[in-house]
């Protein structure tokens, strides 16, 4: 089994308890395969023939090593299962061989059927692994020599090559018992990894996750890899016991930390932002609320709504909105404040529920990726609209309607835009309240394009050791908004105007 991986033809992909586990090691200078690496269960439980203490493998003349289920490698004798310790996530595998540095490497197994030789297998195959000799240069101290850096395409003289807060180390190798490639990290890519918990009956609709998904997707982020948009890895991990979902969490996050220290693993928290689904916060309505901005925590709380739970759009923006707070937005973007007809971005209550108006399709997903220059709610031109700040151009606000208050106006952000309401796009300068406050004597602070301003640490709790001192540089933001002064989200039935 397993002689070369060309040889296997994969087939349906399928969850075995009893597959066997390998990988391939090469020299990380020449790139080419390395015989006898002792590759030691350092970390995971061993059942089978072949379980010794410790349990091992070495690699073969083309790098390989197997971990062998079903004895047709090793022998009947031979047989070793390997899977993570009870409690754990990931197994952990030490590679060592004289003259070369050690490296550990989590692997939650993901197992797939595969058939050779007219049989078939449960396989799980860790990544290719690059050991770097012991006194190999490793120019951003992250554990990863440059020569190793070179084979995977990170940037040697980075710890953090794709600027999301956790390091390349974490994302190749896996750090503190979580396999993050398992989730789909690539750190050559930006990735933003969220743990949703749910009470019963609230469960948040697949097509609302996947909405969500492809907006950061979708998004006008760049990447080292030549790609666009951030990877977002929404995982659906536990029901809440009926007995341990509050159905007041009051005070929020009082009772908050009492599910998460439950139900949340400790391991994840450098890497996963929490979000718990549940009924209600605070004896009120509110559709959610962020432990901060940015911050590692949030609650999205539709339990009581008309539709409980909420409607898949209403799920979907709320997600979107709130995970927008822990990622560095407020109601206005850079500011707090709210219903900024001139901010075009889910996080204003204008759209959280509703989505943009994109090329006249409603309900699109997203946040704001056009800066738009300030107003005066005294003076507006309805013939020429908003007007652009660069990089945005005026056939980039063409495409955009616009809500004020939560009303539709006609006409689009670049033109013809009827800011009053009363159906007739006119000459003359009209006043109107362009922040829902109920007046029209604001001035109206520019807008900016929200998707170049994220934070990933999440207020410094999101982040690995192998950072080291590219951590503090991640600080970036111009604000800090505590949870206590965090505006509670939108309610079901706020204000129209």
């Known amino acids: 089994m397993l002689k070369l991986r060309t040889a296997l033809t994969a087939s349906v992909a399928v969850v075995g308890l009893n597959g ?10 020449t790139g080419s395969a390395i015989q006898d690496v002792t590759v030691t269960v350092a970390s995971g439980t061993c059942s089978g023939t072949g379980c010794a203490s410790p349990t091992t493998q070495t690699t073969d003349t083309s790098g390989l090593y197997v971990f062998d289920a079903y004895g047709d490698r090793h022998g009947e004798d031979q047989v070793q299962i390997i899977m993570p310790a009870s409690g754990e996530e990931a197994i952990r595998l ?32 860790v990544q290719t692994v690059y050991l770097c000799a012991l006194f190999a240069p490793d120019s951003d101290t ?20 794709d600027g999301d807060s956790i390091s390349d180390f974490a994302e190749l190798y896996g750090s503190g018992g979580v396999d993050l490639r398992y989730y789909g990290a690539n750190p050559k890519k930006k990735d933003v990894f969220v743990e949703l918990d749910y009470y019963p009956n609230l469960k948040p609709m697949q097509a609302a996750l996947d909405r969500v998904t492809a907006s950061f997707a979708n998004a006008p982020v760049s990447n080292p890899d030549g790609s666009t948009g951030v990877a977002l890895h929404l995982v659906l991990s536990n029901q809440i016991a009926a007995a341990d979902a509050d159905m007041d969490l009051n005070p929020a996050w009082v009772d908050f930390d009492v599910i998460k220290n439950k139900y949340f693993p400790a391991r994840r928290a450098p890497f996963f932002h929490y979000a718990l689904i549940a009924n209600q916060y605070n004896a009120g309505g509110s559709s959610g609320l962020s432990r901060g901005v940015p911050g590692h925590d949030f609650i999205v709380s ?15 923006g709320t997600i979107m909105h709130e995970l927008g707070h822990n990622i560095g937005l407020q109601h206005g973007g850079n500011e707090g404040m709210n219903y900024k007809a001139n901010y075009l971005s889910l996080m204003s209550y204008s759209y959280q529920l509703r989505g943009l108006t994109v090329d006249a399709v409603d309900g699109v997903l997203d946040y704001s990726r056009v800066r738009i220059g300030s107003v005066s709610e005294a003076s ?15 056939a980039d606000l063409s495409h955009y309607g616009v809500r004020v208050g939560t009303v539709l106006r006609i006409g689009a952000a670049h033109a013809n835009l009827d800011f009053n309401g009363n159906g007739v796009v006119q000459a003359a300068l009209v006043a109107q309240d362009l922040n829902n406050d109920g007046d029209a004597l604001d001035f109206i602070a520019a807008s900016q394009n929200d998707w170049t301003a994220l934070v990933y640490d999440g207020a410094g709790t999101i982040g690995d050791a192998a950072l080291g001192s590219s951590a503090s540089l991640k600080r970036l933001q111009p604000f800090f908004v505590m949870p206590e002064k965090t505006e509670q989200c939108i309610t079901e039935h706020e204000p129209r105007r």
Do not use: M
């Open 20 to 29: 066997c586990v390998y990988g391939y090691i090469h020299d990380a200078a």
């Open 94 to 125: 030490l590679y060592s061989r004289p003259g070369y540095r050690s490296v550990s490497v989590y692997h939650k197994p993901d197992y797939e059927n595969v058939t050779q030789d007219g049989k078939n297998y449960d396989i799980s195959e």
């Open 142 to 161: 992250d554990g990863i020599c440059d020569a190793a850096e070179n084979r995977y395409g990170t940037n040697a003289f980075s710890s953090d090559t």
């Open 302 to 316: 539709l339990g009581n709504w008309s539709t409980p739970g909420g409607t898949e759009q209403q799920q979907a």
């Open 380 to 394: 507006l031109n309805e013939i020429s609209a908003f007007a652009p700040l660069a990089p945005t151009t005026e």
